[in-house]
């Protein structure tokens, strides 16, 4: 991180719109794009992506629903998607070379999948993932409880460093000894995407759903703005919620957290470095939800019926 992505200011990023899953078959096209990481204005790189855009589209499936994807390969090269944390059949798990070959360019996949837990995870390349990730192909893949928490906003929150040229592009030499030799490519320029992109009030109670989706980068992150709890760890239920200080997220971690809205402003998502705080995104907030802001202030109109306590989100 240097001084001048220090001093670039984040704008707000959308990911693409949602994709709901069930049937029928939604098509999953891994192909070339265009991505905006980098504030308006400034280039907008080449990178890989699906159905348009990095990260590809938020996947919604709901707990115990068999879900079909056909998966489109048209990057050039050999690809397969691999559906991180969900438990699967081994075959449908797209591993190339350990639980399906490779899909050839303009090759496609059919994957059947029926989820068993409700959780965050993601989905992303298994083939040369240390380039194709890096290059961008991935995205959310949320599978809903049968009855989710009582939460005004599901906000996704995609962490991913990226090695960016002066010119603003993606650096080559994917293959570097060096890199490798240091257990992966570190990028340069860093942010936080968030789906969907759109204010919330204070006193709107909102759970994120944070997945960092960097090949190498371990990122500590301190969240401004809010007051809550972290309730899953890797789309697994935590028994006792825990503190949202001191988080961490090493590679392809999520982190699930329930909490209220206690800015008027925004909700920031900071990556302390040592040059200072990095802004990677933030949520814009306006104004206020009443019946919400009795969690903060104790003082309501028209009183929610809502739990006392933080809820746990699974099963
Ligand atoms: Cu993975």
Redesign the pocket.
């Known amino acids: 991180m240097n001084r001048r992505d220090f001093l670039i200011t984040t704008c707000a990023a959308a990911l693409a719109p949602g994709l709901t899953l069930g049937a029928p078959t939604v098509d999953l096209i891994a192909e070339p794009v265009r991505a905006q990481i980098l504030p308006q204005g400034e280039p907008s790189p080449p990178m890989l992506g699906f159905n348009g855009s990095t990260p590809g589209p938020v996947l919604r499936a709901r707990q115990g629903e068999v879900f079909h994807i056909r998966f489109l390969n048209r990057i050039g090269e050999g690809s397969a998607v ?1 559906l ?1 944390g969900l438990r699967s059949d081994n075959a449908m798990d797209g591993v190339p070379g350990l639980t399906q070959s490779v899909v050839d360019t303009d090759a496609a996949f059919a994957y059947r999948v029926q989820a068993p837990d409700a959780g965050t995870f ?1 989905y ?1 390349s ?1 083939n040369r993932s240390w380039e194709q990730v890096a290059k961008g192909l991935y995205g959310p893949l949320i599978v809903e409880e049968l009855t989710p928490p009582d939460v005004d906003h599901d906000l996704v929150v995609m962490i991913d460093d990226w090695r960016l040229t002066q010119a603003g592009t993606l650096a080559e030499g994917f293959d570097d000894m060096h890199d490798q030799a240091h257990q992966g490519r570190l990028g340069n320029y860093a942010r936080a995407l968030v789906q969907p992109n759109a204010p919330v009030r204070r006193g709107d109670r909102i759970r994120l759903r944070l997945i960092n989706v960097a090949t190498d980068r371990i990122f500590p992150l301190e969240l401004e703005g809010i007051s809550g709890k972290v309730v899953a760890l890797d789309g697994m239920p935590l028994a006792d919620s825990q503190d949202t200080s001191d988080l961490i997220l090493a590679p ?1 971690q999520r982190v699930d957290i329930i909490a209220d809205v206690t800015a008027t402003d925004q909700i920031g998502f900071i990556f302390p470095t040592r040059d200072g705080p990095f802004h990677l995104g933030k949520v814009p907030v306006a104004g206020e939800n009443l019946s919400g802001a009795c969690q903060i202030s104790q003082c309501c109109r028209q009183k929610r019926q809502r739990s006392p306590t933080w809820p746990t989100p699974f099963r």
């Open positions: 691999h991180h993601w992303h298994h392809a």
